[in-house]
Nanobody, 124 residues
Framework: VQLQASGGGSVQTGDSLRLSCIAS????????VGWFRQAPGKEREFVAG????????DYGNSVKGRFTISRDNAKNTVYLQMNNLKPEDTAVYYC??????????????????WGQGTQVTVSS
């Protein structure tokens, strides 16, 4: 499966953005999905994840209550709605798929396919 993330940009503190991740080559409904982010000089960090149907979702502690992951399997697309953005949310955001559709892993090493990343910059 190939993934393409989009929707990043430069915003102010408190603004919102919605990231999209479009899959091609295979139905995304076969996979659990995750959003990760990586800031300069830092390790890749788990942001949010969803099982194949979107019924089960998980969030990193730093984004819980502000970010929402969702998916539209009919459109082969996963979304990350980001509200009340903060400067510490600045990073490159990546979407990824896990081969087990019920996975709730937060470990980037467990995810097989990755999108190219989209930059999110939040200024104060």
């Amino acid at each position: 499966v190939q993934l393409q993330a989009s929707g990043g940009g430069s915003v102010q503190t408190g603004d919102s953005l919605r990231l999209s991740c479009i899959a091609s080559g295979h139905a995304i409904s076969s996979y659990a999905v995750g959003w990760f982010r990586q800031a300069p000089g830092k390790e890749r960090e788990f942001v949010a994840g969803a099982t194949w149907s979107g019924t089960m979702t998980d969030y990193g502690n730093s984004v819980k209550g502000r970010f929402t992951i969702s998916r539209d399997n009919a459109k082969n697309t996963v979304y990350l709605q980001m509200n009340n953005l903060k400067p510490e949310d600045t990073a490159v955001y990546y979407c990824a798929t896990h081969d087990h559709p019920y996975s709730r892993s937060r470990n980037p090493a467990d995810f097989a396919s990755w999108g190219q990343g989209t930059q999110v910059t939040v200024s104060s």
